[in-house]
Nanobody, 122 residues
Framework: QVRLVESGGGLVQPGGSLRLSCAASGSIFRIDNMAWYRQAPGKQRELVAVITSGGTTNYVNSVKGRCTISRDNAKNTVSLQMNSLKPEDTAVYYC????????????????WGQGTQVTVSS
């Protein structure tokens, strides 16, 4: 089995910073893209940032310049550094990874973490 476990959410004042982390564990042969999504109350889940296994990154326009996604391929982890946080960043943040469990079939599985709450409020 494969698990993604997030950490690092919490309550922060506007203008503050948080760092989210996500660790993948279990039967893993290879991890392709890793990403962070978020879902605010009453809204659809949206992609915040994605990073390929080679380190190429992409961000939703609303967080460009304020957030940085990074990964450690040796440790199967992905992080999201969030700076200059705004109330509209308040959401549950989910880690996502495209994971190949077996070198024999190469099937890419779709895995999600349980989510971590980020609240930006004074």
């Amino acid at each position: 089995q494969v698990r993604l476990v997030e950490s690092g959410g919490g309550l922060v004042q506007p203008g503050g910073s948080l760092r989210l982390s996500c660790a993948a564990s279990g039967s893993i042969f290879r991890i392709d893209n890793m990403a962070w999504y978020r879902q605010a109350p009453g809204k659809q889940r949206e992609l915040v940032a994605v990073i390929t296994s080679g380190g190429t990154t992409n961000y939703v326009n609303s967080v460009k310049g304020r957030c940085t996604i990074s990964r450690d391929n040796a440790k199967n982890t992905v992080s999201l550094q969030m700076n200059s946080l705004k109330p509209e960043d308040t959401a549950v943040y989910y880690c996502h990874a495209d994971i190949v469990r077996s070198r024999w079939d190469g099937v890419i599985g779709d895995y999600w973490g349980q989510g971590t709450q980020v609240t930006v409020s004074s």
